[in-house]
């Protein structure tokens, strides 16, 4: 939508008071004009007309000119009102009016008939008589009733039209903001302006929605958090039962030499492994998560890195017969790594990749760079990781609930401190699947270093 602005709604107000000034005034001087034609018309004499007439062709030529009716009269005095012409027979001319008389013939009953005027230089005045005719007021009562009416509803509409585009939407801003002070972030502001008043209602609710949006998150987060402690309770309390049930046995038996005791101590000895892997892991990710270290990084050739890396791994793979396929450019690639949690990043995608996949296992390792990052892939073929857990399963304690994983012992940590250690460079991590992946099967990671 156009934005008008506020001022300039100002100015057009203003304008329009100006103008509605203007019209009241236009009206009153129209009305004055009327009113003086309509005195012209009322007593049916032009006198301008009349004195000129008078003056270049005499009397009766000048009434010859004007609308005179039947029973209507003009007497012409000298300035001491003597009467010098006449076009009744009730005065005769040579007749003088006493000053009183004159008066009382003006100014009594019959007011509105007479019509009283001097010539130009005053030699001369006119007493003329006219049966009254009432046509001159009605129409401008007319207009004039029917001006106050229009000018009521001008006012009406003028405050309606302010009203709508500053006043109405003021108030649902406030009414707006208070909501959403009192917590409902729910609330939308909605109203029709072309001002900058409708540039806040909508930062308004766009922060309002931003608001919401954060609550949620918060909620969620606070959700996942009760969650997390729900799962790694449980997951603790497994291997110590399981500690507490076969060291309770050994003590009441007593006897520590023969086989199902010594069976006993392994199994002891394997849960408490668990437990304890469980817990130092559980603390390198909150240590991560927390920002306990100050995760310092350094310039480092990662080509070559990578490369001292994977030798250490050859070995194992040979022995596991594991086909390996490493794609490390010859040139040095500069980039802001932590050693030892990019080791632990590289250490836990391998290890899975062994951990969950036995037969005909490939592994593929690549480093490129591409327009504005440098890219690290690890592979493999194996039985990869369901679609619908692609997202949560760097979250931590997620596993693909099978019945070989809990053999496994895994803690469902390890991705999730892949992702701290990817978070923690600014880096950006991806599991690829199908034919998004190097194998078309297995799990792709491709993390992102941008440059
Ligand atoms: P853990 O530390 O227990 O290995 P991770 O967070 O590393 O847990 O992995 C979560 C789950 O993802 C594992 O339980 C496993 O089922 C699955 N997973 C991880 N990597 C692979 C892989 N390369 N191939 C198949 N499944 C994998």
Redesign the pocket.
């Known amino acids: 939508m156009k934005i008008k602005k506020l001022s300039n709604q100002f100015l057009l107000n203003y304008i329009l008071i100006i103008l509605l000034i203007l019209a009241i005034g236009s009206l009153g001087y129209y009305m004055y004009v009327s009113y003086n034609r309509s005195l012209d018309d009322f007593y049916g004499i032009d006198i301008d007309l009349f004195l000129e007439d008078y003056a270049r062709d005499g009397l009766s030529h000048a009434l010859s000119t004007q609308a005179f009716q039947e029973g209507d009269y003009v007497l012409t005095l000298t300035p001491d009102r003597e009467i010098i012409e006449t076009t009744t027979d009730q005065y005769e001319i040579g007749y003088r009016f006493d000053e009183i008389e004159l008066q009382e013939l003006l100014y009594g009953e019959d007011y509105y008939s007479y019509i009283v005027f001097y010539n130009e230089d005053y030699s001369k005045l006119f007493v003329m008589y006219t049966v009254y005719v009432d046509y001159g007021y009605a129409h401008i009562t007319t207009i004039f009733g029917l001006a106050i009416v229009l000018f009521i509803l001008l006012a009406i509409g003028f405050a309606n039209y302010t009203s709508n585009q500053i006043l109405r939407p003021i108030l649902k801003l406030v009414n707006g903001v208070q909501k959403i002070g009192h917590g409902d972030y729910t609330t939308q502001i909605e109203f029709d302006a072309s001002n900058e008043l409708n540039i806040l209602k909508t930062e308004i609710n766009l922060m309002a929605e931003k608001i919401q949006l954060e609550t949620e998150k918060r909620q969620e987060t606070e959700e996942k958090r009760k969650q997390l402690i729900r799962d790694i309770s449980h997951d603790v309390r497994t291997p110590l039962t399981n500690i507490l049930g076969y060291s309770n046995q050994l003590i009441q038996k007593n006897d520590f030499t023969s086989d199902s005791q010594k069976q006993s101590i392994e199994i002891i000895h394997q849960y408490g492994t668990a437990a304890n892997h469980l817990i130092s ?1 559980l603390f390198d990710l909150s240590r991560l998560e927390i920002n306990e270290d100050s995760f310092e990084r350094k310039e480092t050739d990662i080509s070559e890195w990578l490369r001292l890396k994977l030798i250490d791994y050859i070995n194992e793979f040979e022995q596991k017969n594991i086909a390996y396929d490493f794609q490390i450019p010859d040139q040095a690639i500069l980039v802001a790594i932590n050693d030892l949690y990019l080791q632990r990043l590289v250490d ?2 391998l ?3 062994m ?3 036995e037969t005909d296992l490939s592994i593929y390792v690549e480093l490129k760079e591409e327009e504005d990052h440098y890219k690290l892939i690890i592979a ?1 073929n ?4 369901p679609k619908e ?1 692609h997202q949560k ?2 979250d ?1 304690l ?3 609930e ?1 019945s070989r ?1 809990r053999s ?11 992702k701290q250690v990817v978070d923690k460079h600014g880096w950006t991590i991806e599991l690829l699947s199908g034919h998004e992946g190097v194998f078309f099967r ?2 792709t990671f491709e993390i992102c270093m941008p440059r």
Not at 408 to 418: A, P, R
């Open positions: 892991e836990n995608l290890i899975n990749a951990k969950y996949n493999d194996g039985i990869g990781i857990l399963i760097f931590p997620v596993r693909v099978t994983n496994l012992g895994g803690t469902g940590l390890g991705l999730s401190i892949v297995g799990c």
